[in-house]
């Protein structure tokens, strides 16, 4: 389970749960993201920030501080998969 | 007959980017009447669209929209015109739902919320050219069956194929009248429904609609319930109540409409759409390039310059063409007025003068246009707003404030009416707030006068650079505050989320993108073009009257065997001085003397109200140079070097001390005198109250900056 915020560009996986009290999940919602449904972080901004994501055929771009709260199940088969944290 | 004697209104609808206006422009032909909803800064476009057997009908293109939750402005016009809300406009008799052909799930989730208005709808699928490239094949007929038999109308609006079609569509929805077939809710759900339903009928004694009902019990924030007159303790008793059943049939209320609607869409488009690949393919390609790291910026700066370059340079040739032919009429017009002299005045500086006041503004605003229409023509706005978000996040702006603000460099005419491409209203009106503070073009010869007569001469050519940057300057350090606070602390707009669609590349239609620019300056004419010659004749008014021949004849008598156009400069001077504008200027002199403004300047600050660069040829006017005095004129910058106050506390001490000529700076880089930005200000916010505010606040700003300067560099130095 990691945030969509966290995600590597290139990552995709599933949706596992959003906000619906945000305006911004509700929108997502109205543009057909719902549970379940993969989810592609396709780049960042060149500052970083806001994010491309692609999902349902479609790019849309929303903020970091708004992605912190979508919640993605990054698939088994994504060839692109963040390093473990050394301890 | 004429579409309003029928009286029969059809409105079109749709998500953005769908090709809905290039749609609308083919059915009406660009006969087309442009306004704006009263009360809120929503365009409302309508035109007469033929039907192909002679009918006409008066189409209505609505904003384009993603849902019908009524979280923005835009949202709320369309449900409320759908709905027949809207004071001025009847229920349409039929909606034309524009679709992506490329994306018929996601398109038809808004098509799926109208169904319960419970009107003849019309499906177009769009761009369906771009769809048979993409290899999917779109089984028209079993969509149609499946919507209950409404017509399903495959175009290219782009190309202007299938339009006649969507002509015979319209006419047979009119006959035919065949609705979408509304959702079937879960019953828990169609149950919390009909407990809304009844709760707003035993409360306000008559039932609502469908479709208000569902907004009432699915939307976070509606304004529906409002608009039925259903109080607050009552209304929330019962919505509460309602929103636990639907949890109890397993939805959180939140999500249960989007969740429910593509449910039955998927299973409604089972079948019908075949084929089909990467739909994201060529435009990502794309886009590796330009939303890449480091090429992405480089070629965003590159488009940018360009537009600035077009708008900055580029509208000085018609714009001198404009001024040309100005002057042109000025000398033809007046000798037809010799033995006239105030009405051959009032014709030349004043109405003539008033004309060419505004019409002066239209290069730089049809440059502009043209490039915001390719821009979001061709889905690049998108990807600028994507690449610039970041810088613009923190203030409350978003990522579609830079094309304004940038603009607002040039002139912020333009610049204000850009931010009509920002969604968020919030965003929107704080853009608009700060754009006057850039430094605009007519600013730049102020600047030119200081620095050529007093920075060069005494600091050399280097800290005449420096000057002119730091006020470029200045007005930026002061936006970007101004739009902090505005959206944090004063602004109660809901803002909206910066939910963005990068959508498809797409080559821009010429005649969408000619008839932008031609709409936006035909509207600037007419609203605020009429204010700005109406500025101008009042000034105009102000510097003239009243005009004693007295004061003439004195000083013709007393200069024997002066050169007459010195002459001429001195009784221009005295009647200047002696005029409404010359005694409200002295009178308010003492209110600029903290900035180290004598009355000349301050009449030149006052008279510069319909346009800042004016304050150059009114100086040239009060320090008896004579009319038509330029930034570069030498022996302007000689005479003002040469004034000395005559009277007060700094009798003797130059005027223009290094103090005062920075104060003056610093006063017109930040004030608002400016009447065409102040009467955009009002067009584009929909009423005076934000353009009087940005005036006041401006003004005061500036005033306070200029004291502050003059008086600490008086004393430094």
Not at chain 2, 154 to 178: D, F, H, N, P, Q
Not at chain 2, 587 to 609: E, H, N
Request: charged share 15%.
């Amino acid at each position: 389970m990691t945030p969509l915020s966290q995600l590597l560009p290139g990552q995709y996986g599933k949706l596992t749960s959003l906000n619906p009290e945000r305006s911004v999940d509700q929108r997502l919602m109205a543009l057909g993201l719902l549970p379940g449904m993969v989810l592609k972080l396709v780049r960042k901004a060149p500052l970083g920030d806001p994010l491309a994501i692609e999902f349902a055929g479609q790019v849309v771009s929303l903020r970091l501080t708004e992605a912190q709260t979508i919640i993605i199940d990054v698939a088994a088969d994504c060839p692109i998969q963040r390093p473990r944290p050394q301890a | 007959m004429s579409a309003a004697e029928q009286g029969l209104t059809v409105a079109l609808v749709g998500n953005p980017n769908t090709g809905k206006s290039t749609l609308f422009n083919a059915l009406t032909g660009l006969r087309q009447r442009v306004g704006n909803y009263p009360g809120v800064t929503v365009a409302r476009k309508s035109g007469q669209c033929d039907c192909g057997d002679g009918t006409k009908v008066e189409l209505i293109d609505l904003p384009g929209l993603y849902s019908l939750s009524a979280a923005s402005p835009d949202e709320q016009v369309v449900i409320d015109a759908l709905s027949g809300h809207l004071a001025e406009d009847r229920r349409p008799d039929a909606v034309v739902v524009v679709i992506d052909a490329t994306n018929l799930l996601r398109n038809l989730f808004l098509a799926s919320q109208l169904s319960e208005l419970d009107l003849p709808v019309v499906l177009v699928l769009n761009q369906a050219d771009v769809a048979t490239e993409q290899g999917l094949k779109i089984n028209t007929e079993l969509l149609s069956r499946r919507l209950g038999g409404i017509p399903v109308v495959l175009t290219s609006a782009w190309k202007g194929e299938g339009i006649a079609a969507v002509r015979r569509a319209i006419g047979e929805a009119l006959r035919a009248r065949v609705r979408m077939p509304a959702v079937e809710w879960p019953s828990l759900v169609a149950e919390a429904l009909a407990d809304v339903a009844a709760g707003v009928a035993a409360d306000i004694g008559r039932a609502p609609g469908r479709a208000d009902v569902e907004r009432l019990l699915f939307d976070s924030t509606s304004s529906v319930g409002q608009r039925l007159g259903w109080a607050a303790p009552r209304r929330d008793v019962v919505i509460r109540a309602a929103r636990d059943k639907v949890r109890r049939a397993g939805y959180n209320p939140l999500a249960a409409e989007p969740l429910i609607h593509y449910e039955r869409l998927r299973k409604l488009l089972e079948g019908v759409v075949q084929g089909g690949g990467n739909r994201t393919g060529g435009s990502a390609a794309v886009d590796q390039v330009l939303l890449h790291r480091v090429l992405g910026p480089v070629v965003f700066a590159g488009i940018m310059l360009g537009m600035f370059a077009a708008v900055f340079w580029l509208a000085k040739f018609p714009m001198q063409w404009i001024s040309g032919g100005v002057d042109a009429l000025k000398l033809g017009v007046a000798p037809l007025l010799d033995g006239m002299p105030m009405l051959q005045s009032l014709v030349t500086d004043g109405m003539i003068g008033g004309v060419g006041a505004f019409l002066a503004f239209l290069p730089q605003i049809l440059i502009l246009f043209l490039f915001v229409s390719i821009l979001e023509d061709s889905g690049y706005m998108a990807r600028a707003a994507f690449i610039m978000d970041r810088l613009f996040s923190w203030c409350g702006l978003n990522g579609k404030s830079f094309v304004p603000l940038l603009s607002g460099f040039a002139c912020a005419i333009p610049g204000i009416l850009s931010t009509r491409t920002i969604e968020d209203p919030k965003a929107r009106l704080a853009t608009a707030f700060a754009v006057p503070f850039m430094s605009c073009s007519a600013r730049f010869p102020v600047y030119a006068l200081m620095c050529a007569a007093f920075i060069g001469p005494l600091y050399g050519p280097g800290w005449e650079s420096v000057v002119m940057v730091g006020m470029h300057c200045v007005g930026l350090l002061f936006a970007v505050p101004t739009a902090f606070v505005l959206t944090r602390f004063v602004l109660k707009v809901k803002p909206q989320p910066f939910v963005l669609e990068l959508p498809r590349y797409q080559m821009p239609k010429p005649r969408d993108v000619l008839w932008r620019m031609w709409q936006n300056a035909a509207e600037f004419v007419s609203r605020a073009g009429t204010v700005i010659f109406a500025i101008t004749i009042i000034v105009w008014a102000l510097s003239y009257f009243p005009r004693d021949p007295a004061v003439e004849q004195r000083i013709r008598a007393t200069s024997v065997g002066v050169a007459p156009e010195v002459v001429d400069a001195q009784v221009q001077s005295a009647y200047v001085e002696q005029s409404w504008m010359g005694r409200f200027g002295k009178s308010v002199q003492p209110i600029f003397d903290p900035c180290g403004f004598d009355w000349k300047i301050t009449v030149g600050v006052l008279a510069s109200f319909p346009a800042r660069e004016v304050i150059v040829s009114t100086l040239g006017v009060t320090y008896s140079v004579g009319e038509g005095a330029e930034a570069d004129s030498k022996h302007l910058q000689q005479v003002m070097r040469a004034a000395k106050w005559t009277e007060g506390p700094r009798v003797g001490t130059p005027i223009f001390s290094l103090a005062a000529i920075l104060a003056l700076m610093v006063f017109f880089a930040l004030c608002s005198q400016c009447g065409p930005t102040v009467a955009t200000l009002a067009q584009e916010t929909g009423g005076w109250k934000w353009a009087a505010i940005s005036f006041v606040y401006m003004t005061a700003l500036a005033w306070l900056m200029a004291v502050a300067v003059y008086q600490g560099v008086s004393r430094l130095a």
